[in-house]
């Protein structure tokens, strides 16, 4: 499991699972109250969220899903706390960087031919349920 995470293919997918999951857990209804890799084409550009909740009042809620777990996985396999450390700063890294990056794509803007969306963007991470121990 830990190589295949590794895997951008495998690792997208399987947070796309994951957040699925989760939606259909709460009790929402795929094509109903939400829509998953919904591809909108803009004169700048194609945006491809990977969700987009439909909530009361018909406004739009985007949600992007994202793991970029690598430096996760290095810090459970981490053989001291040194290593662990380091290998924590450099997800912690990674998250704000990708936060930043979606504050950048201004998704309530340019998706406005959804109907109106939520200003910001739900950034959905998922890790399994692992504990740096490894539980």
Same mark, same amino acid.
């Given at each position: 499991?830990?190589?295949?995470?590794?895997?951008?293919?495998?690792?997208?997918?399987? /947070?796309?699972?994951?957040?699925?999951?989760?939606?259909?857990?709460? /009790?929402?209804? *795929?094509?109903?109250?939400?829509?998953?890799?919904?591809?909108?084409?803009?004169?700048?550009?194609?945006?491809?969220?990977?969700?987009?909740?439909?909530?009361?009042?018909?406004?739009?809620?985007?949600?992007?899903?994202?793991?970029?777990?690598? *430096?996760?996985?290095?810090?459970?396999?981490? !053989?001291?706390?040194?290593?662990?450390?380091?290998?924590?700063?450099?997800?912690?890294?990674?998250?704000?960087?990708?936060?930043?990056?979606? *504050?950048?794509?201004?998704?309530?803007?340019?998706? !406005? *031919?959804?109907?109106?969306?939520?200003?910001?963007?739900?950034?959905?991470?998922?890790?399994?349920?692992?504990?740096?121990? /490894?539980?």
């Amino acid at each position: 499991m830990t190589s295949a995470l590794r895997s951008p293919s495998v690792k997208g997918r399987w /947070g796309e699972v994951n957040l699925r999951r989760i939606l259909e857990f709460v /009790g929402l209804i *795929s094509y109903c109250d939400f829509d998953e890799q919904v591809h909108v084409k803009t004169e700048e550009a194609t945006y491809r969220p990977n969700c987009v909740i439909t909530t009361p009042g018909s406004r739009r809620l985007i949600v992007d899903s994202r793991a970029p777990i690598e *430096s996760y996985l290095d810090a459970l396999q981490a !053989s001291d706390d040194a290593q662990r450390e380091a290998a924590l700063k450099e997800h912690l890294r990674k998250v704000r960087s990708h936060i930043d990056l979606l *504050s950048k794509k201004d998704y309530a803007s340019k998706l !406005s *031919s959804l109907g109106q969306v939520v200003d910001g963007v739900v950034l959905f991470y998922y890790y399994g349920g692992c504990a740096l121990d /490894g539980t």
